[in-house]
Nanobody
Framework: QVQLVESGGGLVQPGGSLRLSCAAS????????MGWYRQAPGKQRELVAA???????NYADSVKGQFTISRDNAKNTVDLQMNSLKFEDTAVYYC??????????WGQGTQVTVSS
């Protein structure tokens, strides 16, 4: 099992920034990808950004150039720097970890609200 602890959500004005952090613990040796998903009210959960253990990244088109994902393999953490936040970025953000051979683990979710 892998345990995930998220932090960093909150309320921010449009144009502001937030940084989300997620720390993994437990059975972490075979983790090959870490990332962030989000789910807005009435919508499906969607991938925001992901990063592999080799630092390859994948971003949703809607956040390219706006969000940056980073990973510290030594600390087993993954961060999401979110800049120029928009109303439509409001959602619950979930940390996700993929571990070999075929396991998905999810954090409890952290609320990000963009509002004036």
């Amino acid at each position: 099992q892998v345990q995930l602890v998220e932090s960093g959500g909150g309320l921010v004005q449009p144009g502001g920034s937030l940084r989300l952090s997620c720390a993994a613990s437990g059975s972490i040796l075979r983790i090959y990808a870490m990332g962030w998903y989000r789910q807005a009210p009435g919508k499906q959960r969607e991938l925001v950004a992901a990063i592999t253990s080799g630092s390859s990244t994948n971003y949703a088109d809607s956040v390219k150039g706006q969000f940056t994902i980073s990973r510290d393999n030594a600390k087993n953490t993954v961060d999401l720097q979110m800049n120029s936040l928009k109303f439509e970025d409001t959602a619950v953000y979930y940390c996700n970890v993929k571990r070999l051979p075929n396991h998905d683990y999810w954090g409890q979710g952290t609320q990000v609200t963009v509002s004036s």
